[in-house]
């Protein structure tokens, strides 16, 4: 291929934005466009969330997915945890602190374990309101734990926080909570009236 000199590059790429201007697109021709972008992005969604986790089993992952689901549901404001990427966060906190895998792994083990003697079923098995049931044995701390339940108690109780500092950490959850942190500010008029007055101060 013979080479181009500098003063040939310059004049093809002055004649570019004429040819381009020279393009003319039909309507078909942008309903066509439009519908290849949707189909790209969908395919780079569902590629983005074949996350492949590096600690939890497919079981496990699973049962994590839902669990977090029922901590943080879908809103009339936020989406759910795993749209958040909640599951994935709690991924690699697992990977990034290995000290806390036996207690999570412990758990989950747990909560299948009191489903199969109360219901015959794992906890992803279960209906909505057997778990519904389990959860409400282990949700409130302060209240008095039944006989076997104390470590379902103390797991739950970390899994719920690794849940929130997971969504609240993500742009949804920050978006949820309208952080306004991270945001110049040429003025500041201290806390907004609105604000002061829904915290009573």
């Given at each position: 291929?013979?080479?181009?000199?500098?003063?040939?590059?310059?004049?093809?790429?002055?004649?570019?934005?004429?040819?381009?201007?020279?393009?003319?697109?039909?309507?078909?021709?942008?309903?066509?466009?439009?519908?290849?972008?949707?189909?790209?992005?969908?395919?780079?969604?569902?590629?983005?969330?074949?996350?492949?986790?590096?600690?939890?089993?497919?079981?496990?992952?699973?049962?994590v997915?839902?669990?977090?689901?029922?901590?943080?549901?879908?809103?009339?404001?936020s989406?759910?945890?795993?749209?958040?990427?909640?599951?994935?966060?709690?991924?690699?906190?697992m990977?990034?602190?290995?000290?806390?895998?036996?207690?999570?792994?412990?758990?989950?083990?747990?909560?299948?374990?009191?489903?199969?003697?109360?219901?015959?079923?794992?906890?992803?098995?279960?209906?909505?309101?057997?778990?519904?049931?389990?959860?409400?044995?282990?949700?409130?701390?302060?209240?008095?734990?039944?006989?076997?339940?104390?470590?379902?108690?103390?797991?739950?109780?970390?899994?719920?926080?690794?849940?929130?500092?997971?969504?609240?950490?993500?742009?949804?959850?920050?978006?949820?909570?309208?952080?306004?942190?991270?945001?110049?500010?040429?003025?500041?008029?201290?806390?907004?009236?609105?604000?002061?007055?829904k915290?009573?101060?």
């Amino acid at each position: 291929m013979p080479c181009m000199d500098r003063r040939q590059a310059l004049r093809a790429l002055a004649a570019a934005p004429v040819a381009a201007a020279a393009i003319t697109w039909s309507e078909a021709d942008v309903e066509a466009a439009s519908q290849a972008a949707q189909q790209a992005k969908q395919t780079a969604t569902s590629t983005l969330r074949r996350y492949q986790p590096k600690f939890f089993n497919a079981h496990e992952w699973a049962t994590v997915s839902v669990l977090v689901n029922l901590i943080i549901p879908k809103d009339e404001k936020s989406g759910s945890a795993t749209d958040a990427g909640v599951p994935e966060f709690m991924d690699f906190m697992m990977i990034d602190q290995a000290t806390r895998q036996t207690a999570m792994r412990g758990g989950l083990a747990w909560l299948d374990a009191e489903c199969q003697r109360r219901f015959s079923k794992t906890f992803l098995a279960s209906a909505d309101a057997d778990r519904q049931a389990v959860l409400d044995d282990i949700a409130w701390p302060r209240r008095q734990t039944k006989p076997g339940h104390a470590y379902g108690v103390t797991f739950f109780n970390s899994f719920r926080d690794l849940t929130a500092s997971g969504f609240f950490s993500s742009k949804m959850g920050m978006a949820d909570l309208e952080y306004m942190g991270n945001t110049f500010v040429t003025d500041w008029k201290g806390c907004p009236p609105d604000w002061l007055k829904k915290l009573g101060v």
